[in-house]
């Protein structure tokens, strides 16, 4: 369970997919060690159901945690990072990783192969001649400390 933080029962946090508070968030973001919290690709990674619930998070002050971007291109902030909505990452639900944060530059890295095949097909589209092209690309985790998961309990 590398890069996870750890759900109810060890300590560290106590969210649960039904209600979790800013406290989780805070825990998430000290988690992570002080030198993967300063950089340009550091921020918050959900799910956009997660953000509709998070940008209901109030202070002490009555003031909202979630800062919109009045700014064309800058993004929308928690506690001052960034955050990106991406589809790819669960739901929020029991036993999910529905919330990360990190640096993802130094966490993963994408691989890209030198060069791209072409196959000519004089054949499927008469008498036009059609070509396909295939590049391979991959990636992979490189640190495991540069990101950290909520995970929500049940």
């Known amino acids: 369970s590398k890069g996870i933080v750890a759900c109810a029962g060890t300590g560290v946090t106590s969210a649960t997919a039904a209600a979790f508070t800013p406290d989780e968030i805070i825990d998430l973001v000290h988690s992570l060690d002080i ?14 159901t997660c953000v509709k619930y998070i ?4 202070d002490g002050q009555n003031n909202y945690l979630w800062q919109p971007s009045f700014v064309a291109g800058q993004p929308e902030t928690i506690m001052g990072y960034p955050v990106a909505r991406m ?8 036993n999910s990783y529905s919330l990360a944060f990190g640096n993802l530059k130094e966490a ?21 001649v059609v070509f396909y092209s295939t590049k391979r690309t991959g990636g992979g985790a ?3 400390e540069a990101v950290k998961f909520l995970k929500f309990s049940t």
């Open 35 to 48: 030198s993967n919290r300063s950089g340009e690709s550091v921020g918050f990674m959900m799910h956009d």
């Open 55 to 58: 940008r209901k998070f109030k």
């Open 87 to 94: 589809e790819d990452v669960p739901v929020k639900a029991s």
């Open 108 to 128: 993963y890295q994408i691989v890209d192969r030198i060069g791209i095949r072409v196959l000519r097909d004089p054949y499927t589209a008469k008498p036009y």
């Open 142 to 144: 490189m640190n495991y």
